[in-house]
C-alpha cells in the first residue's frame, strides 16, 4: 500500500494478505489458563526486548516482571453471520429476561462478502441470542464507540467513504422487543471524516484517537464530554489508523497501529505511544516486537491487555498465515493470537497467554472481569467466534 492508499480501498475487504482460519486443534468450549508468575528456580525465562525511542534506555521484560494469569475460551455458540471491523459496547439496559452481565450491544461491521453493515443487534454471551433491535443511519464499519454521559455513542467510520457523523442508538433499543426497528440519531460531527479510529473513556471525557479521512491520517487526538463538541487535546507523533488504545490513570497509551504514509506506509508500526490530555502532550515510549494493527486494548483488574492484531513478524505459534492459502509470500503480515500484558510503570510489554483463535479488527467489550471478543477477521476474512478473556480470581484484586 503506498502513501496515497486509503481507508476507503482497504474496505470492507483488505488485501489477500489476511485470509481467516480457525486454529488446528481449537474446539468450542475449550479453555487455555495462562499463568504469567514467579519462574522456578533454574527455569528458563522468555526475554523479550524493547527498542527505546529517543533517550529511553532498552527494557528488558522478563515473565517475573508482571504477575498476571488469564483464562482464554471459545464460546459454544457462534454468530448467526461473520462479522468484523464492528463497534462492540457492554448494554447498560438489557432485555427483558436477560441475565445481568450477559449483554452486550453491536452496532454496524464488515460481514459477508467484506459488506458493511447498519444493524444494531443486542448479544447474550450466555446464550448467543442475537436480536436486531436497531439500525445505524448508514451502513458503517471501522468505526469506533464509547459510553458518553451514559449514551452509546458511535463515532465516525467508513461506508466504505469515511464520515464524520457521530449517532448514538435510539433510547429503547436494547431494552425491548419490538417489531418496530427504529434508526440512530444523528448527536452531530467529529471536525473531519474519520475511520479506523479507537476511543477510551476517563472519567466523563472520552478521547478518539488515531484514524484516516480515507487517504491521510489524522493526528489529532480529539475529547468529547457530550458527544456533539470536540476539543484537540495533543497530536500523535505517529499517525496511525487501527491502533489499540488504552488509558491508564489519566494518561492514554497506543499500541501499534497502521502508517498510511512515510517509510512504513502500509504496514503496522511497532510504536508504543503516550497521550497526556492534561500537558497536552504525545511522544512515543516505547518499540513492541513486531509491526502490529488492528489489536484489541482491554483493563482487566487494573492491568492493560493487548489482544490480537495483524502483524509484520508474529511467531509461527500464535498466527494464523495467508501464506499458501493465498499465494502470498512469506513477508505477509499474519494475524497474531498474542496476549500481551503492558507494564506502564515501565513500558514494557510481557506476553500473557494466547487467544483460541488469532484474530484482528474484533469489536471488544468488558464485562466485570471478562473481554468479550466478538468476531474480527485474519486475512481479511470475518470470523463467527466469539471468544473470551478472564482475567483469573486469583489475580482480579
Known amino acids: 500500500m503506498g502513501t496515497n492508499s486509503s481507508i476507503a480501498r482497504r474496505l470492507p475487504g483488505r488485501d489477500a494478505r489476511h485470509a481467516t482460519h480457525r ?82 450491544e453491536v452496532f454496524g461491521g464488515s460481514t459477508t462478502g467484506n459488506q458493511p453493515a447498519s444493524g444494531i443487534f443486542t448479544l447474550d454471551v450466555s446464550t448467543g441470542t442475537l436480536v436486531h433491535v436497531a439500525n445505524l443511519t448508514t451502513v458503517l464499519a471501522e468505526a469506533t464507540g464509547a459510553f458518553v454521559g451514559g449514551q452509546a455513542v458511535i463515532f465516525g467510520g467508513a461506508t466504505p467513504t469515511p464520515i464524520a457523523t457521530v449517532q448514538a442508538p435510539p433510547s429503547s433499543a436494547g431494552a425491548t422487543r419490538s417489531s418496530t426497528v427504529a434508526t440512530a440519531t444523528v448527536l452531530g460531527s467529529l471536525p473531519q471524516p474519520r475511520a479506523g479510529a479507537s476511543a477510551t473513556t476517563v472519567g466523563t471525557t472520552t478521547y478518539i484517537v488515531g484514524g484516516a479521512d480515507g487517504t491521510t491520517p489524522d493526528p489529532d487526538v480529539l475529547a468529547t464530554t457530550d458527544g456533539k463538541s470536540f476539543s484537540v487535546v495533543s497530536a500523535l507523533p505517529v499517525p496511525v489508523v487501527d491502533p489499540a488504545v488504552a488509558a491508564v490513570g489519566t494518561k492514554l497509551f497506543v499500541f501499534g497501529g497502521q502508517a498510511l504514509s512515510g517509510a512504513d506506509a502500509g504496514q503496522p508500526v511497532t510504536t508504543v505511544q503516550m497521550v497526556d490530555p492534561a500537558k497536552h502532550r504525545a511522544r512515543v515510549v516505547g518499540r513492541m516486537p513486531s509491526g502490529l494493527e488492528g489489536a484489541a486494548a482491554v483493563t482487566l483488574g487494573g492491568r492493560v491487555f493487548v489482544l490480537g492484531g495483524d502483524t509484520s513478524g508474529a511467531s509461527p505459534s500464535s498466527v494464523t498465515s495467508a501464506a499458501g492459502a493465498s499465494g502470498s509470500s512469506a513477508s505477509a503480515a499474519q494475524t497474531s493470537g498474542t496476549i500481551w500484558a503492558f507494564d506502564s510503570s515501565h513500558n514494557r510489554l510481557v506476553t500473557a497467554g494466547t487467544l483460541q483463535t488469532p484474530v484482528a479488527r474484533a469489536g471488544v467489550a468488558v464485562v466485570g472481569s471478562t473481554a468479550w471478543i466478538v468476531g474480527g477477521s485474519a486475512s481479511g476474512r470475518p470470523s463467527a467466534v466469539v471468544q473470551s478473556v478472564t482475567l483469573s480470581p486469583t489475580h482480579a484484586g
Open 23 to 104: 486454529a488446528r486443534g481449537v474446539g468450542r468450549g475449550i479453555v487455555v489458563v495462562v499463568v504469567i508468575a514467579a519462574v522456578a528456580a533454574g527455569a528458563a525465562v522468555a526475554v523479550v526486548k524493547l527498542r527505546a525511542s529517543h533517550n529511553q534506555r532498552p527494557a528488558t521484560v522478563t515473565s517475573t516482571t508482571l504477575p498476571a494469569s488469564v483464562t482464554t475460551a471459545v464460546a459454544p455458540w457462534t454468530l448467526r453471520a461473520p462479522i468484523a471491523s464492528e463497534v462492540v459496547l457492554t448494554l447498560t439496559a438489557p432485555a427483558p429476561g436477560a441475565s445481568a452481565g450477559t449483554m452486550l
